[in-house]
T-cell receptor, first 111, second 114 residues
Framework: ELKVEQNPLFLSMQEGKNYTIYCNYS?????LYWYRQDPGKSLESLFV?????AVKQEGRLMASLDTKARLSTLHITAAVHDLSATYFC???????????FGKGTKLSVKP | EAEVAQSPRYKITEKSQAVAFWCDPI?????LYWYRQILGQGPELLVQ????????DSQLPKDRFSAERLKGVDSTLKIQPAELGDSAMYLC????????????FGPGTRLTVL
């Protein structure tokens, strides 16, 4: 059974600091997704990682994938308050869109 | 920009009542998903459609939940009877095809069962 674990589950950081969120998964998969969710809102797609060594960057966020280690990271550079949200990673169970989500990392960026 | 539409946005019901949620995917998207998200957790897939056919409903509690996508466009998810534990956000998502990269999520329906 595919399991997806994120850590940390809660992250409080100061503006301007860097930090990394980790996503581990238990079985082989060739697709990993990162989503952002603001309180009471739906999910917004951030990154889709499709191959080993894939790296994608958008603004202060950078995501990478190591399929051999079954690990993805979401790196935050010089955090700003607007990045406060919950971040989910999701792994495709069988390349047919059946996504298994982690529990999410609730990020709070304080001035 | 095209979006996934859902209604209602909020629903309050009493246990044992029937509720229904509606989803209109992005035009042209063949694959439609219904997820349930309990507060503080990640979404969990309930059912996946490819056009009008069910691809995966292994996590759908079929004794009380049903879903249909009769013409392969919009979809309805029904719960009858609702139970207290059904209180959650119900999210609909769509993608161009079953093996397409990105799923686009709608705003969700927040269900409260009293």
């Amino acid at each position: 059974e595919l399991k997806v674990e994120q850590n940390p589950l809660f992250l409080s950081m100061q503006e301007g600091k860097n930090y990394t969120i980790y996503c581990n998964y238990s079985t082989t998969s060739d697709r990993l997704y990162w989503y952002r969710q603001d309180p009471g809102k739906s999910l917004e797609s951030l990154f889709v990682l499709l191959s080993n060594g894939a790296v994608k960057q958008e603004g202060r966020l950078m995501a990478s994938l190591d399929t051999k280690a079954r690990l993805s990271t979401l790196h935050i550079t010089a955090a700003v308050h607007d990045l406060s949200a919950t971040y989910f990673c999701a792994v495709d169970k069988g390349s047919q869109g059946n996504l298994i989500f982690g529990k999410g990392t609730k990020l709070s960026v304080k001035p | 920009e095209a979006e996934v539409a859902q209604s209602p946005r909020y629903k309050i019901t009493e246990k044992s009542q029937a509720v229904a949620f509606w989803c209109d995917p992005i035009s042209g998207h063949a694959t439609l998903y219904w997820y349930r998200q309990i507060l503080g957790q990640g979404p969990e897939l309930l059912v996946q459609f490819q056009d009008e056919s069910v691809v995966d409903d292994s996590q759908l509690p079929k004794d009380r939940f049903s879903a249909e996508r009769l013409k392969g466009v919009d979809s309805t998810l029904k719960i009858q009877p609702a139970e207290l534990g059904d209180s959650a956000m119900y999210l609909c998502a769509s993608s161009e095809d079953i093996d397409t990269d990105t799923q686009y999520f709608g705003p969700g329906t927040r269900l409260t069962v009293l």
